[in-house]
């Protein structure tokens, strides 16, 4: 019986701005994130009798651009481990983009594990990381739990996730802070090409990233949630300073983002825990403790109308159900 | 007879952001400028029988605390050019607050011309630009008019301004956004002083300002607007990445600021020429053309309520009336 994968997405904490190899979506850097228990997809894969794939997303099927690039993915997948088996592909996300969380780190993390299981390839995590990396970056995290490593590598064999601490005992909440009104921007992957090619502070990326790491690791041993939080919100505002710095300059930010950066230094000012992280989009994602979750939370509703908030935990890593 | 010296204010367009050297105010970079006619400080200076400085500011007389950094900047005159005397200063500032701009620029470089002018020191304008960096480092570049560059050199003889162009018919004009309600921010000494120690990006600054400066030089020689235009955006952008990665990073922008932005993409995006410049503050100075102002004064009041904007052209250098 063909089982579901199941894949959470996850956060970036430290992150991935740049890609070395477009094919194989190799990053110039290392990234760290978390992954979280609230957003995930769902995937079945059978194979049927075709020689073109058909795709199902929320039990609607994809018309034939909307699914090109999973088709494409599956073609690389069958070159990767030599089989010519199609698929009907039905995939539930529980990624709801009113969350402010795109969705193709756990879609593909639960796609590429959902081949592996209906093709029984039984394929190590490691060599699951990898083939995930194949259709999206991100989704190369999202085959652990709790804290992951993506290491940056230099080819299609030495690219791959590997956990930190799959259920660290840190009291981590994230707060996903979803800004309505956001302006339209441009995709993270031609804003990565554009900080890579333009931004004149990109060749110092690297080595920020590398010491961040250190540090971040560090604090996760140390159980120090504030020093995390310090490390996210500075290489996220990093991240984005090569987005201004880029040329042509552009930002991911809208009103309301800074409108939340002020209010969670005010949040600090007052002795709450809360720090910042923010992807290629408007939306503010908090880090809360356990303790600090709620009062954020009131603090911000209170604050400003028309916000809503998504309170996420530490997620698991892949699952067959 | 003691005469009037009139300065007036600049807008940098080639961003001055970190010192070297903070008595002396030696940047780690040159700057360019555009001294502007809409805003201008009126300084007298009389020679008074007192071992102590009296200064009026706008006709009222300020007290110790409010006059300190000024009575500290004439005993650095005083040590400069080996003189005793001791002064009444009349200053009136044109430059309002409101309109989003510093009167510091304006104001040391009236005050230095002021006391050049009663002593008689006959300074040549390279040695007032040299006198008027001692008070603040912008106002280095007030003694000129028009576009203007600080060459930052290494110590207080060679640190001076010089005129590039000083009535450059290139139709550009300055149109300052009022952002009224602004979060109160960090002041650009102690802005300037966490980038340069803290931003992992600092290290290239330097770099491209030099690169930028070529260019820019290269515009107003080629009365490329849109030129000008591209390269004071992006050097002000990259000066704001530096306060966004610094640590703990920090914003000037306002959720206005954001606003503005964008409204200046649609402006472009509808061929109308307008590019952003932004300081150590929300406010947004946009540069336009003389076709173009109008539009984007009349789209900016339309699509933002309480807003106001403030017109200016090119300005002269230091007068005495």
Not at 120 to 140: C, E, F, T, V
Not at 212 to 238: C, P, R, T, W, Y
Request: with cysteine.
């Amino acid at each position: 019986m063909t089982k579901i994968a199941r894949a959470y997405t996850n956060i970036a904490l430290i992150k991935y701005w740049g890609k070395k190899d477009k094919t194989y979506k190799i990053p110039y850097t290392d990234s760290l994130s978390l992954t979280l228990d609230r957003f995930y997809t769902d995937t079945k894969s059978e194979v049927i009798n075709s020689d073109k794939d058909v795709v199902f997303l929320n039990n609607q099927e994809l018309d034939d651009s909307k699914s090109l690039r999973i088709r494409n993915y599956l073609d690389t997948v069958r070159k990767m481990y030599s089989f010519d088996e199609h698929f009907q592909i039905n995939s539930t996300n529980h990624v709801p983009t009113s969350a402010g969380f795109a969705s193709s780190a756990s879609g593909f993390a639960a796609l590429a594990a959902s081949i592996n299981s209906t093709m029984n390839l039984d394929l190590s995590k490691k060599s699951l990381s990898i083939l995930a990396r194949n259709g999206s970056g991100s989704a190369s995290r999202s085959i652990f739990g709790g804290f992951v490593q993506w290491h940056a590598g230099t080819n299609n064999d030495t690219s791959f996730a590997e956990p930190i601490d799959e259920s660290p005992d840190i009291g981590i909440v994230l707060l996903s802070v979803v800004i309505s009104k956001a302006e339209k921007s441009i995709s993270s992957t031609t804003g990565m090409e554009s900080s890579v090619k333009t931004s004149p502070f990109y060749s110092n990326w690297s080595t920020l990233v590398a010491s961040e790491l250190v540090e971040f690791k560090q604090a996760i041993a140390n159980k120090d949630l504030q020093k995390i939080g310090e490390i996210s919100e500075h290489n996220a505002m990093s991240m984005h300073a090569l987005t201004l710095s880029a040329n042509p300059p552009y930002t991911y930010f809208a009103p309301e983002t800074i409108q939340i950066l002020n209010i969670i230094k005010k949040l600090r000012n007052n002795g709450i825990l809360a720090y910042a992280t923010i992807d290629a989009g408007p939306n503010v994602k908090i880090i809360c403790s356990k303790e600090s979750v709620q009062k954020v939370k009131d603090f911000i509703e209170a604050n400003i109308t028309g916000i809503s908030t998504v309170e996420a935990h530490i997620g698991r890593g892949i699952e067959y159900i």
